[in-house]
Structure formats: C-alpha cells, structure tokens
T-cell receptor, first 116, second 112 residues
Framework: NAGVTQTPKFQVLKTGQSMTLQCAQDMNHEYMSWYRQDPGMGLRLIHYSVGAGITDQGEVPNGYNVSRSTTEDFPLRLLSAAPSQTSVYFC???????????????FGEGSRLTVL | AQTVTQSQPEMSVQEAETVTLSCTYDTSENNYYLFWYKQPPSRQMILVIRQEAYKQQNATENRFSVNFQKAAKSFSLKISDSQLGDTAMYFCAFMTLGKLTFGQGTILTVHP
C-alpha cells in the first residue's frame, strides 16, 4: 500500500530553472494538495484540487503551477525558481466533498528543495 | 480567515512525565475539525488525534488526549507517560470549508 508518493525527495536548483515535483496517490482520494513548510511558519497551502480537472489557489500560490488530469496525480511546477522557494514541500490527499477535504490528510514524505 | 496559534515554540519534558502543548484558533465557523499532527526527525507527518467541534467529549488516543474548549477556541494536547519516541515537532491544525490551516508548530524534546 504505497499511499502518497512524492518525487524527488531532494533537489537543488539554480535561480531561474524550472522543475516539477511529482505526487501520486493510490487511495482514490479526490482531494489533493501541496503545502510548503518553512521554519516558524508551519505548513502553508499552495494549491489544492477537489477532483480531476479542478484546481484552486491556496494561501501562497505565486510562482507555482498545478494541474490535475487524473485522480491519482497532482504535479507541482516551479516555472522560474527563486531562492524564496527554498523549502520542504508536502503533497497530501484526502477524501473530498464539494468544498474540499472531509477527512484526515494523508501526507507524502516531503521533498526538500534548495534554490541557489 | 482562520488562524491557528501555537504559543510555545519549544517544550521539554522528562521521560514518563506529562506535558501539555497549547493551541488556540480563531474562526467564525461553527462546524469544523481540529487535529494534532506529529513530525519526527524523519519528516513524515503523522496524525496523532482529531476532534470534531460538534462533540463535547474530548478525544483520546492511548497516551494522547485533548482539552477542547470551544467557547475559548482552545485545543491543547496532553501527552502522558512521555516516551523518547515522542520527541518531534507537533502541529495543531484546523479544518473548515474544505481547507486545513496549520499552526507554527511546537518542538517537543523528551529527555531520558
């Protein structure tokens, strides 16, 4: 039972480079989300999706792009990386109602991204 | 907007003793859920306990229990018989309208 799988676990980028963080879940969850974790700030919601074809912005969406073509996958794209995007990123999924998640969030193991 | 505040950046406790982590939140919603998540050094986020706002009874999970004061918007976590494996960052989280908002976290260290 894989749960939520994130790749890569570590990545170093140069300013201006682009990359995609991959996230896949095998629990048939409709709700998927991306958080970033920074010291002293907890986890902040970047983008989320309540189902295939539907995405919406969270608290800190600038500089990130998402899409949801399937129920299983929810990639996060950094179009032009900046040092301010150095962080640990978590993908998480849950069962969903019309407004969003309705139950426990299941997290991936996190991806540490460093932008030089 | 919902806010969650954890006023204790760091806490420490001796093994086998009891410790309480504080959390307050601000919302105008009446229906919501509250959670405590644990993040050990492995970075994995682990659900410790959850509380539905409509339930008056405080949730318990083995050594973990909460003190939920809805009127005061307070949701503290009590860890009894602390173990070395409880050493971790603990996050309080609030869920309503389909979104989860986290507090800043409290680093708990259990000393032998």
């Amino acid at each position: 039972n894989a749960g939520v799988t994130q790749t890569p676990k570590f990545q170093v980028l140069k300013t201006g480079q682009s990359m995609t963080l991959q996230c896949a879940q095998d629990m048939n969850h409709e709700y998927m989300s991306w958080y970033r974790q920074d010291p002293g700030m907890g986890l902040r919601l970047i983008h989320y999706s309540v189902g295939a074809g539907i995405t919406d912005q969270g608290e800190v969406p600038n500089g990130y792009n998402v899409s949801r073509s399937t129920t299983e996958d929810f990639p996060l794209r950094l179009l032009s990386a900046a040092p301010s995007q150095t962080s640990v990123y978590f993908c998480a999924s849950s069962y969903s109602g019309l407004a969003g998640m309705t139950g426990e969030l299941f997290f991936g193991e996190g991806s540490r991204l460093t932008v030089l | 907007a919902q806010t969650v505040t954890q006023s204790q950046p760091e806490m420490s406790v001796q093994e086998a003793e009891t410790v309480t982590l504080s959390c307050t939140y601000d919302t105008s919603e009446n229906n919501y859920y509250l959670f405590w998540y644990k993040q050990p050094p492995s970075r994995q986020m682990i659900l410790v306990i959850r509380q539905e706002a409509y339930k008056q009874q405080n949730a318990t999970e083995n050594r973990f229990s909460v003190n939920f004061q809805k009127a005061a918007k307070s949701f503290s976590l009590k860890i009894s018989d602390s173990q070395l494996g409880d050493t971790a960052m603990y996050f309080c989280a609030f869920m309503t309208l389909g979104k989860l908002t986290f507090g800043q976290g409290t680093i708990l260290t259990v000393h032998p």
